[in-house]
């Protein structure tokens, strides 16, 4: 091989490393970015809920917004308004590829934990209009309240049924995001 073979050869040897490295860097800054995103909606979470009562995070309790005196109820709201746009722009982030699907359905499935609070249906029934700009965010909700009001026995809306009773079949009828 002549100097310039060689010089040719060390020069394409290069490009490759340097077109590998910079696809395994890339993966990593998109893992770090994804992990990011999950720790950020996950503080988002715990805020929020932390600005509702005790009552009204317990399945099973007769807490009721029905039930509250104004001031009280609109501070309900308003933390079920944030609960809510933080879950469509979850549903957004999964539409558009930004996370992955297991961390799609760790938030799924918590939504429907969060479907079980005694107060959910009755916000998200004051609260869906206000998403009539994401209509598949409107048909995943609405189809996450009807499972969860299918899992509760006819004679008691408030009381819990076992989360591990009909795991298997909310992740199969909650709507996947990515399905048109």
Request: hydrophobic share 40%; aromatic share 12%; proline share 5%.
């Amino acid at each position: 091989m002549t100097t310039e073979q060689w010089i040719a050869a060390s020069s394409i040897a290069a490009v490759v490393v340097g077109a590998f490295a910079i696809v395994v860097s890339m993966t990593h800054v998109r893992d770090q970015f994804r992990t990011l995103i999950f720790l950020v909606y996950t503080d988002r979470y715990s805020k929020t809920m932390g600005r509702l009562p005790f009552a009204a995070r317990h399945p099973g309790s007769s807490y009721r917004l029905s039930e509250l005196p104004e001031g009280e109820r609109a501070e309900v709201l308003a933390a079920f308004r944030d609960y809510f746009n933080m879950c469509a722009e979850e549903m957004w982030l999964k539409s558009s590829g930004r996370i992955d699907s297991g961390t799609w359905r760790v938030w799924r499935e918590g939504m429907k934990e969060v479907a079980r609070f005694p107060s959910f249906t009755e916000a998200w029934q004051q609260l869906a209009d206000e998403y009539h700009y994401f209509a598949k965010y409107r048909r995943f909700m609405d189809a996450l309240v009807a499972d969860v009001a299918k899992e509760r026995p006819p004679h008691s809306a408030a009381t819990p049924v076992s989360a591990t009773t009909h795991h298997d079949q909310a992740a199969k009828t909650l709507p996947d995001p990515d399905r048109k």
